[in-house]
């Protein structure tokens, strides 16, 4: 999918700092299917890593490794972020330390509004919850009006979803439903993040709101998150990434800047396997 907008213009200068997340010799097996078989990566301060390969390579898993999901614990290996091996540690423990992610299959409570789904990523930085009634009452609604504007300031304009914030989530197009993710994500207050597929069936307008939206996260001083960012959509991975690491069956093939990936051998011949035309030396 050809962009209108060229990679030198959306990049601004930026620092890349010391490796943030570091993934080292992780294993994964599911009953016969070995999901990781041994994959180590970095991640540095910063930067928009992405992460590719064909369906079915390992993508996915190795993201529920790194955010704690459970069942996905790795059989071998470390997951050590700033410098803390958080390999077992539970989700909302890494969420406490700036982790935070969106779904490859859309996980919003679909009965519920836009704002109080954006609220559920906030809750990990309020002392008191948003259910707390009777002598903390006071103390809770002035903390729950605190946060409420914050992230209809921040986060709803960030995502420009700030029309919809009162309206039920399911009921919603799914454009604006992918960029719910991304903004209940963002709530959290997160260093990190994780993306799964954002672009994944959005139509070319709605894939530049997107990689806008990902790269002020990236880029605007008030998030400067550091982003792994998981995608199919290969105009946008060789647009807006720093560095690449693809890859295939549960290895790692290939890991650099997006030109070199582009060339690799090794990464071509992945994707010609996979599909008869390579989308990934098109552009
Ligand atoms: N919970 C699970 N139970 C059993 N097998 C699983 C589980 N999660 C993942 N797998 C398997 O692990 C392998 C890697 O899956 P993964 O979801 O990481 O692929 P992916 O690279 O994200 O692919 P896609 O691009 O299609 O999303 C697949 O064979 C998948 O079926
Ligand atoms: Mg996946």
Redesign the pocket.
Known sequence: MALEWKREELRVEKEIGEPILVVEDVMKA?GG?Q?LNGVSFEVRKGEILSLI?P???????VLNCINGLP?YRPDSGRIIFEGRDITKWPPHKRAQVGISRTF?KIELFGGMTVLDNAKLGRHIKMKTGWWDGGIYWLKASKEEAKHRKWIEEKVFETCEIEIYRHRTAGMLPYGVQKRIELARALAMGPTFLLLDEPMAGLNLEEVEDMTRFILDANEEKEWQCTILLVE?DMGVVMDISDRVVV?DWGEKIADGVPEEVQNNPRVIRAYLGEVEETYITRR
């Open positions: 599911f299917v999901a390969g369906n079915g390579a390992g993508k996915s898993v069942g490859q199919h890859f």
